[in-house]
């Protein structure tokens, strides 16, 4: 298990670096790793039925030894603690702690797109937002960028924040760069098109169970967050905003296409008071997503700075949370 204030140090580190490209990331390791096997795969299993069994071995060969490696590099560590200064090792075990979290590359990306819109420049935020999501940006519009922007704020708070935060609490740096295994399997294999439909099955589903228990979590952090923020800005609105925020996460949470994702995007829509989803073109095909919230907010750009602040909120309150679990743990 990882200490409390190692936990707050990772979410320190994590807030003033992120992830710079000139350090070594584990999660391009395992990117690689999963390319690598995917076409050694490909060359063996070829058939439907294959292609599914194929998806298994490429989960079980990824997840498994990004665990029992990391214990291993825990465990080396802390038998290392005589022979090499004690603050090295948990140095090393903070900044691996720190890069299964992305508070601050989700709010960078996220910040550059919302500049961009402001300063009217429409095509600089098509391609900033063509960085953070899967949608094809060229159609675009002002608002449809910024709907984009707040949705992936949503989903990523979950999956970026909150999700390794929740399983660095519950069972360490292993069971945390698991998860990160996890979800890099579902973000290179788990489309649902004709290339990944059976091969990247597995990795999809397992996506969907590691994140069922974090995405709730985010959609209650939203509602509180809309609560904290309406406090600061508009205390008459407070109650009400939260209310509405858990209101339409509980009525619309389950229209997206995925069991999890929908729940932090509807909160954040019912926090917003607007409406997001709807149809969009991915790599050309349309997909015809049903729409989450109701449409009363006008101002995108505003809504999208209140969105980039009750993120925030949420991160802090998720880390607050975290530190507090893993500091009970070690009493017990």
Partial sequence: MIGPLELLAACALDLAIGDPHWAPHPVRVIGKAISTLERFLRRIFTSTTSLRFAGVVL?????????????LIVAAVS????????????????YLAATTIATRELLRSAHLVIKSIAKGDLEAARRDVSMIVGRDPQGLSDTGVLKATIETLAENLSDGIVAP???LALGGLPLAMA???????????????????????????????????PARVSGLLIVLSAFVVNVATRPADSFSAARRAFRIMMRDGRKHPSPNSGVPEA?????????????????????????????????????????????????????ILAVTVTALGGLL
Avoid: Q
């Fill in 59 to 71: 989960v079980l060969c990824i997840v498994l030894p990004v665990y029992f490696g990391t214990e």
């Fill in 165 to 167: 935060l929740f399983y």
């Fill in 179 to 213: 998860y990160k295994a996890v979800n890099t399997l579902d973000s290179m294999v788990g489309y649902k098109n004709e290339k990944y439909r059976y091969f990247g099955w597995a990795g999809a589903r397992l996506d969907d169970v590691a994140n069922y228990l």
């Fill in 79 to 94: 038998k290392a603690s005589g022979r090499v200064p004690a603050f090295l090792g948990t140095a090393f075990v903070i």
């Fill in 267 to 319: 909160a954040m829509a019912g926090a917003l008071a607007m409406k997001l989803g709807g149809p969009s073109t991915y790599g050309g095909v349309l997909s015809s997503k049903a729409f989450i919230g109701d449409g009363e907010r006008k101002d995108p750009l505003s809504a999208s700075y209140e969105a980039m602040t009750i993120v925030k909120v949420s991160c802090v309150l998720a880390m």
